[in-house]
């Protein structure tokens, strides 16, 4: 497994399968309502990154959801999301035109593209996610900005060996 970072919470995980799953994307300047900037800048924009098998958004934030970025991408894409009540970030999706989105249940590991997915709720009262990628003997945590409690990190790392 390989990892890139793109800046803020976006990052490009390239599966030993050759698969590539994009974390939040947030790839164009301005968000939030044009308050914040990437600093540095960004050296890698969605042009740059070739194949894009799936996108993971751990929540409906401009800085991990941003439709400017998401309209640079094929429709046909699949599309993660946390199963959350709201259906927030998955009306952004569907309003963008993506067709492929696979809502996934808290705490239910599936195979993608041969590497294991688990995501997992905030421990928090809002909408917010993270996402295990297993691949092979590879164990990747994006936590991004997920608030999780001592206790839940510890039984992760214990299940895990992080």
Not at 11 to 16: G, V, W
Not at 41 to 46: A, Q, S, V
Request: hydrophobic share 35%; glycine share 4%; proline share 6%.
């Amino acid at each position: 497994m390989k990892l890139t970072t793109l800046g803020h919470a976006a990052a490009l995980i390239e599966l030993q399968s050759g698969a590539r799953l994009l974390l939040d994307p947030w790839l164009e300047d301005p968000a939030y309502f044009h308050t914040w900037w990437h600093f540095p800048p960004l050296k890698l924009r969605i042009k740059d990154l070739g194949r894009i098998d799936g996108i993971y958004l751990s929540h409906d934030h401009p800085d991990h959801c941003d439709p400017k970025t998401l309209v640079q991408i094929p429709r046909d894409t699949e599309i993660f999301l946390a199963d959350f009540e709201s259906e927030s970030t998955d009306r952004i999706v569907r309003e963008l035109g993506f067709s492929k989105v696979r809502r996934m249940p808290f705490r239910q590991p599936f195979t993608w593209q041969g590497a294991s997915i688990e995501c997992l709720r905030t421990d928090l009262p809002w909408d917010d996610s993270s996402l295990i990628v297993k691949d092979g003997d590879e164990t990747l945590f994006d936590m991004n900005d997920c608030k999780l409690s001592d206790s839940t990190l510890d039984q992760l790392g214990q299940k895990y060996q992080f």
